[in-house]
């Protein structure tokens, strides 16, 4: 199952769920697609924001753990991997991480997600004894305000590892419960290591059985938002007139993203900035990314 795959049936999942219709794809599918509701047709084309991939030794990698993963876990599945996240290599962290997954795909239900946790280390530097904040860098940054006035002294948090959270607020809490505490233990110059997540979606997906990885490598890309701005414009100058020139009663547009969650994701104002005719015809423009779906422009299904 492909990326494209993958993303067409979360994104007619949540158009039937969302708009109480039947549309099912008609015939096989990959980046272009038709679904069909009675006699209302419905063409999609699918991108992804931040590819095509070109890095051969990373694709290769990719196939690689998705086989060892697919030999592993019941399936079919969808992994997500966190936005600037590189695959697991090396004994014994591949070899645990595969039996995570497998362990987390035994307990989804139809249609469901959660996350599998992979091991990583985050540093606090205790810089001086002074002041009382924690300068963040990482997954952990936009959170930096609820460690101040916890901690007494300035700190350098290193989170650069940590690319997702779990949702749960109490995972959030407990870990800066625990950065707090080891704070305590710091003398001014003194550095720590403290073990932690990333938590990499999985969700159940389609039928039949394999795992397929959603990502790209951490080195797509320094600006994630200045190129979501230019491949956006690129993909609607290329998909729009596919989609305008299909023999269709509703078009679509999907686009993959790959963000920490969807809460966070660029693309909504990158639409903004630009003027309407270029997606002119259009009826929805859809991002999937970690599992999910949002529509940045409101669906109109005939």
């Known amino acids: 199952m492909s990326e494209s795959t993958v993303a067409l049936e979360l994104f007619l999942r949540w158009l039937n769920e969302a708009h109480d219709r039947r549309f099912r794809l008609a015939g096989k599918a990959d980046a272009s697609a038709v679904a069909l509701d009675g006699e209302t047709r419905l063409a999609i084309e699918v991108r992804s924001l931040l590819g095509p991939v070109e890095d051969a030794a ?6 690689r753990l998705e086989e060892q993963l697919s030999e592993a876990a019941p399936g079919p599945c969808a992994l997500w991997l966190p936005f600037g996240a590189d695959l697991p290599a090396g004994e014994p962290l591949l070899s645990e991480f595969i039996d995570s997954v ?7 239900g139809p249609q469901e997600r959660s996350y599998v946790p992979l091991p990583v280390t985050m540093r606090l530097r205790k810089v001086s004894d002074d002041g009382g904040v924690v300068s963040v860098t990482g997954g952990l940054n936009q959170h930096w305000a609820r460690f101040t006035e916890l901690v ?7 989170s650069t590892r940590v690319h997702r959270l779990p949702e749960s607020e109490a995972h959030l809490e407990g870990l800066i419960e625990l950065v707090v505490r080891i704070s305590k ?28 990885i959603v990502g790209v490598p951490p ?12 491949n956006l414009r690129r993909i609607l100058a290329e998909a729009v007139p596919r989609l305008q020139e299909s023999e269709a009663d509703v078009r679509a547009l999907l686009v993959i993203g790959h ?7 660029g693309a909504t104002i990158a639409m903004r900035g630009y003027e309407p005719a270029l997606y002119s015809g259009i009826d929805v423009v859809g991002l999937i990314t970690d599992g999910l779906v949002k529509p940045i422009i409101a669906p109109l299904v005939r």
């Open 58 to 63: 990373w694709l290769a990698a990719q196939a």
């Open 259 to 265: 963000y920490p969650r969807i809460e966070q994701e």
């Open 219 to 230: 080195t797509t890309t320094d600006d994630p938002g200045l190129a979501v701005r230019r």
């Open 152 to 158: 007494r002294g300035t700190y350098d948090l290193d």
């Open 102 to 108: 497998r362990e987390a795909a035994v307990r989804l």
């Open 185 to 212: 233990q710091l003398g001014a110059g003194q550095l720590a290591e403290i073990e932690t997540i990333d938590a990499w979606t999985l969700q159940r997906v389609g039928e039949g059985s394999g795992v397929t």
